[in-house]
């Protein structure tokens, strides 16, 4: 069985940086084809997609974001962490990692982890 | 990046009925579209992926169809646990999600 879990903090300052893991289980990110990726809600709005790494740590970020994320992985501790700097109160959102099956055209998200909401305040 | 622009964006429906969400891309994505379901305070979960293929352990009266720019999600006989909003999503090109569509208790 396939689980992941997002950790990390509920509140940010503004111009902070955040840091958020995503710990899984159930697959290895050392096995080929495999990548994990991050997605966001802010609260009543759609679903946006932030970062991928691969299995041979390649890695993509959103065009729209790419200045201000780091996507990194811990093989040898099945974590995956995503780093944003410069947050702001429009960050505010449920943060979410998910296994990525596929690296090309044909690829999907699933499964997905339950989500941490990150609200940004001062 | 490749605009999903999903309708309706709410609809109200009884057990039983027959649902279609639609979506359309901004450009041509070939059958690279996949749909989610989500809950809020749960995990989104793949519903269809390369717009037509049920997800293993999906019931079978969900199913996607189309290609190009034009595709549509149906639930056959919509059942208590279906109330939910449905997310397309093209990966065709950098990830992007349509706006979602809620599906109310009519």
Redo the contacts between chains.
């Keep these: 069985q396939i689980t992941l879990k997002e950790s990390g903090p509920t509140l940010v300052k503004p111009t902070q940086t955040l840091t958020l893991t995503c710990t899984f289980s159930g697959f290895s990110l050392s096995t080929s084809g495999v990548g994990v ?1 991050w ?1 966001r809600q802010p609260p009543g ?5 932030l970062a991928v790494i691969y299995w041979d740590d390649d890695k ?1 970020y ?3 974001l790419k200045s201000r994320l780091t996507i990194t992985k811990d093989t040898s501790k099945n974590q995956v962490v995503l780093t944003m700097t410069n947050m702001d109160p429009v960050d505010t959102a449920t943060y ?1 990692c ?1 296994q990525k099956y ?1 690296s090309g ?11 941490t909401l990150v609200t940004v305040s001062s | ?1 490749i605009q999903m622009t999903q309708s309706p964006s709410s609809l109200s429906a009884s057990v039983g009925d027959r649902v279609t969400i639609t979506c359309r891309a901004s450009q041509s994505i ?3 579209l ?1 749909w ?1 379901q ?1 809950n809020p ?6 519903l269809i ?2 717009a037509s293929s049920l ?1 293993s352990g999906v019931p079978s009266r969900f199913s996607g169809s189309g290609s190009g720019t034009d595709f549509t999600l149906t639930i056959s006989s919509l059942q208590p646990e279906d109330f939910a909003t449905y ?1 397309c ?1 093209q ?2 090109d ?7 569509t809620k599906v109310e208790i009519k």
């Design positions: 990726g997605i709005k759609a679903l946006e997609w993509r959103s065009p729209s979410y998910a596929g055209r044909g690829s999907w998200f699933d499964p997905w982890g339950q989500g | 990046d070939s059958i690279y996949n989610f989500h305070g749960t995990a989104p979960k793949l992926y390369a997800q997310y999503q990966s065709y950098s990830p992007t999600f349509g706006q979602g």
